[in-house]
Nanobody, 124 residues
Framework: QVQLVESGGGLVQPGGSLRLSCAAS????????MGWYRQAPGKERELVAS???????NYADSVKGRFTISRDNAKNTMYLQMNSLKPEDTAVYYC??????????????????WGQGTLVTVSS
């Protein structure tokens, strides 16, 4: 069973920093595009940042210059470094990945997988 496990959320004061991690596990052949999304109370889920298998990145305007997305392909892990955090960054953060895994018998399948979410609260 392929899964994504997030960690690193918590409570931080405005202007502070947090680093989120998202680790993929299972019978993984490859992890392609990955991304971080967030959902604040009463709002729709939105894309925060994404990264391709080759390392190309994309950011929402609201986090450009403050957040940095990265990945370690050897560990099937993605990170989100969040600096200069603002109260409006408060949300549940979810990781998402396009994964090819290996089934018994040698067949491969493509999946879109979501993590369980980790809460980030920015408050004084």
């Amino acid at each position: 069973q392929v899964q994504l496990v997030e960690s690193g959320g918590g409570l931080v004061q405005p202007g502070g920093s947090l680093r989120l991690s998202c680790a993929a596990s299972g019978r993984i052949v490859s992890v392609n595009n990955m991304g971080w999304y967030r959902q604040a109370p009463g709002k729709e889920r939105e894309l925060v940042a994404s990264i391709t298998g080759g390392g190309s990145t994309n950011y929402a305007d609201s986090v450009k210059g403050r957040f940095t997305i990265s990945r370690d392909n050897a560990k099937n892990t993605m990170y989100l470094q969040m600096n200069s955090l603002k109260p409006e960054d408060t949300a549940v953060y979810y990781c998402n990945a396009e994964i090819v895994d290996l089934l018994f018998g040698g067949r491969r399948r493509e999946l879109e997988v979501w993590g369980q979410g980790t809460l980030v609260t920015v408050s004084s």
